[in-house]
C-alpha cells in the first residue's frame, strides 16, 4: 500500500531487535518520506538508558535513529526535520554538540521542547523525518 510500516520486529540485526517501548511503530514510511517515533538513548537490545548523562543519551538516540532509518531506507544525512524532547532545557547546549556531530553540515530543521518527563527517566528524546534514499544512502 501507500503506507508501509517498519516495526522493530522487522528490523533484525540492523537494530538488535530493540523493542519498541509502546504499542507503536519505530517508523513508518509513506511515499519517498520516513517518520520515526521519538527514540530515546536505550542501548539496543536492553531497556537500559546508554548512561545517566544528557552527552551519552543523545549520542545513544542518534546511532538509534541512524539503524532505525537505514532499516526503513534512508539516513541521517537525508533527515528534513528532527524535534528533540529535552527533560530539562539546561541540557540543550549539550545535547547541541553532540547533534552537531551527526549533523555536521546541512542539519535538518529542528524544534527544541521541554517536557516534564520522558520514557524510562530519559533526559531526551529524538523524532526524525527523513527523505527515502533506497538506491544509495
Not at 553532540?98 to 530519559?122: D, H, K, N, T
Amino acid at each position: 500500500g501507500k503506507r508501509d510500516r517498519v516495526r522493530s520486529r522487522g528490523l533484525g540485526d540492523v537494530y538488535k531487535r530493540q523493542a519498541a517501548v509502546g504499542p507503536y511503530s519505530q517508523a513508518v514510511r509513506v511515499g519517498d518520506l520516513v517518520f520515526t517515533a521519538g527514540q530515546i538513548g536505550l542501548i539496543p537490545g536492553t531497556r537500559e538508558l546508554a548512561g545517566p548523562d544528557i552527552v551519552a543519551q543523545t549520542r545513544q538516540v542518534l546511532l538509534n535513529l541512524q539503524a532505525i532509518l537505514e532499516a526503513a531506507g534512508s539516513d541521517l544525512a537525508h533527515a528534513i526535520k528532527t524535534t528533540v524532547f529535552l527533560a530539562d532545557m539546561k541540557d540543550w547546549p549539550a545535547m547541541n554538540e553532540v547533534y552537531g556531530e551527526f549533523f555536521p553540515s546541512q542539519p535538518p530543521s529542528r524544534s527544541a521542547i521541554q517536557v516534564v518527563a520522558l520514557p524510562l527517566g530519559a533526559k531526551v528524546e529524538i523524532e526524525a523525518v527523513a527523505v527515502v534514499c533506497d538506491a544509495g544512502c
